[in-house]
């Protein structure tokens, strides 16, 4: 018997994700967005609640400003949207795919309750949708 497709983000999200405080520096957060291969990341606080969100396009011109001033770049806090879009872990694959198809993010925070439990990316939901025509 086949393997059931996925159908819900819970079912396809990442949960041990990469993340950041405000306190993060900038170069922190450039060498996790490397290492980890995000286009952004979830900012929580110290109890893991979502309090914003910090992609490479926001560090980029900052990192750029601040070697032409030569500054220390500024903490994540300083830089990061407070207005962040997430999902929570119950939505439908379908309906997040629908979400994406505009200029959206490519990565949502996946928040139960205020707290992160996870991050779910276009090429999640891509495979997802593959399987899910497949089987």
């Known amino acids: 018997m086949p393997n059931k497709a996925p159908t819900t983000v819970r079912e396809i999200m990442s949960r041990d994700c990469y993340r950041v405080t405000g306190k993060t520096s900038v170069s922190t957060l ?11 990341v979830p900012v929580v ?8 969100f910090i ?10 400003e601040s070697s032409y001033l030569n500054e220390e770049p500024p903490l994540v806090r300083e830089m990061m949207r407070n207005e962040v879009l997430a999902v929570p872990p119950t939505k439908s694959i379908t309906d997040l795919a629908q979400e994406m198809l505009g200029a959206k993010p490519k ?28 089987s």
């Open 107 to 134: 990565v949502y925070p996946v928040v139960e309750q205020g707290r992160l439990v996870g991050i779910v990316t276009r090429r999640d939901v891509l495979s997802a949708l593959l399987r899910m025509r497949h």
């Open 55 to 64: 992609s490479e396009q926001d560090v980029m011109g900052k990192v750029l």
């Open 45 to 52: 606080d110290e109890r893991d609640h979502l309090i914003g």
């Open 30 to 40: 450039a060498e996790g967005l490397a290492l980890h291969r995000l286009p952004g």
